[in-house]
């Protein structure tokens, strides 16, 4: 708890409201990873439909929150649909990039793209690796943080040419993230604000290159919060309002 506190007080400020998902029977521990279970869109939310067999529950326990809090629902990923809140990425405004790997899937994609087709011009499919397979957790926002309109953090040995050749088209710096702070998922960093950083403590070059770019950066200790179940600041955390 000691850490979750540190963390959640990173976030506070005059301008940001922090809001707690009740429990609920139908979760389990890797609910705190509240980003998995629900995309944002400017029509409201989007259901996700877990990849994870275990985590199957989350949305329709999100959802619950979502009607008693009066957010509105744009939709629900459906049948044999998968797509996981970590995979999704807004490039801007009405461009979103979703990665395709074993927690999301291209009925997934297909669905959040039509669901999203008022708002988003395009929506990229960016195969994910197989990397260390199916039992660990690798999206798209291990790879990718943005930071800011024009600054992303990312790990480019397991990005696919072509979208990373998409991102530096856009006018998109890549901080390119140390190969020996990968694992301890220095790539995955909440960005509260633009060039405002909340990232993982122990990774010291990942955050100099942060600064080196104007940013700051602030740190919590994640042991128990983040490295054993493989959630960062990103995944620990849904923005509501973008």
């Known amino acids: 708890m000691q850490e979750y506190e540190r963390f959640t007080g990173l976030l506070k400020g005059p301008a940001t409201e922090i809001l707690f998902l009740p429990r609920d029977d139908a979760t389990g521990l ?7 279970a629900v995309v944002v869109s400017d029509r409201g939310v989007v259901l996700c439909a877990m990849g994870k ?3 199957r529950g989350e949305p329709q326990a999100a959802a619950r929150f979502f009607e008693t809090a009066g957010i509105p629902i744009a939709g629900w990923i459906e049948g044999d649909g ?7 990425v807004f490039l801007g405004e009405r461009t979103v990039a979703v990665g395709q790997g074993y927690r999301t899937n291209a009925e997934g994609i297909r669905q959040l793209r039509q669901i999203l087709s008022d708002g ?3 929506v990229i499919a960016v195969p994910l690796p197989h990397w260390k397979g199916p039992d660990d957790v690798l999206h798209l926002m291990s790879l990718l943080s943005p930071i800011d309109v024009d600054l992303a953090l990312a790990y480019s040995r397991l990005l696919p040419v072509p979208f990373r050749e998409r991102l530096l088209s856009r006018g998109i710096e890549l901080l390119e993230v140390p190969d020996e702070e ?8 909440l960005a509260v604000a633009p060039g405002r950083c909340v990232m993982l403590s122990g990774n010291p070059r990942t955050a100099r290159l942060l600064q080196g770019a104007g940013c700051e950066v602030r740190t919590y200790e994640g042991k128990e919060i983040s490295l054993k179940g493989s959630g960062g600041p990103t995944c620990l955390t849904r923005p509501l309002l973008r």
């Open 182 to 189: 990968f694992e301890t998922m220095a790539c995955n960093v």
């Open 53 to 55: 067999p275990q985590r």
């Open 120 to 122: 988003v011009d395009e």
């Open 82 to 88: 998968r797509l996981e809140g970590g995979d999704v």
């Open 30 to 36: 890797d609910s705190i990873y509240v980003r998995d």
